[in-house]
T-cell receptor, first 116, second 109 residues
């Protein structure tokens, strides 16, 4: 049983296209996240949702729009893709009190996005 | 100053060696600290949490120095399978974890 699953695993697309990445967790966690890992391997938070409510929105271009239909799902839609969007996008989930607890996050296996 | 700073390495050590990684963080209000491990082209996985009093999990020992805002990870008796990137992680506010850029470890036979 995959705890945090994201699809697709690989995505190659042309500049200007719109694409979506889906994420689902079966851990019963309240909070879900999107992180971006760039070519220098730096992992940076993009968004965080708690029980379908947006709680963290870092300085991400508004071409990126997260959507959480329920607390087990957090999808990421990207409009007008640019070359600089090429990266690995990780979905993660955690218990609500992860920031004060010692549980940390559980990550999905990542979506490798290549914009050509 | 970066929120979480680590030496990127790589640290090249022979099997059986002891190796230590350090990490500093800038937010003195941080309450949770972790070490994650990331293998090449894989997702980060929680290695261990870091407790104020220091904690050990088998060959791995983590320590926290709040006064110096410093975290360490010690790996004893290194195995080939320990080769990976080790990410220092600190909470930076409500439900937000900040990751360091990672320290790469290469264990050779």
């Amino acid at each position: 049983d995959t705890a945090v699953s994201q699809t697709p695993k690989y995505l190659v697309t042309q500049m200007g296209n719109d694409k979506s990445i889906k994420c689902e967790q079966n851990l019963g966690h309240d909070t879900m996240y999107w992180y971006k890992q760039d070519s220098k391997k730096f992992l940076k938070i993009m968004f965080s949702y708690n029980n379908k409510e947006l709680i963290i929105n870092e300085t991400v271009p508004n071409r990126f729009s997260p959507k959480s239909p329920d607390k087990a799902h957090l999808n990421l839609h990207i409009n007008s893709l640019e070359l600089g969007d090429s990266a690995v996008y990780f979905c993660a989930s955690s218990r609500r009190d992860a920031y004060t607890s010692n549980y940390g996050y559980t990550f999905g296996s990542g979506t490798r996005l290549t914009v050509v | 100053r970066k929120e979480v700073e680590q030496d990127p390495g790589p640290f090249n050590v022979p099997e059986g060696a002891t190796v230590a990684f350090n990490c500093t963080y800038s937010n003195s209000a941080s309450q949770s600290f972790f070490w994650y491990r990331q293998d090449c082209r894989k997702e980060p996985k929680l290695l261990m949490s870091v407790y104020s009093s220091g904690n050990e999990d088998g060959r791995f020992t983590a320590q926290l120095n709040r006064a110096s805002q410093y975290i360490s990870l010690l790996i004893r008796d290194s195995k080939l399978s320990d080769s990976a990137t080790y990410l220092c992680v600190v909470n930076a506010g409500f439900q937000k974890l900040v990751f360091g850029t990672g320290t790469r470890l290469l264990v050779s036979p």
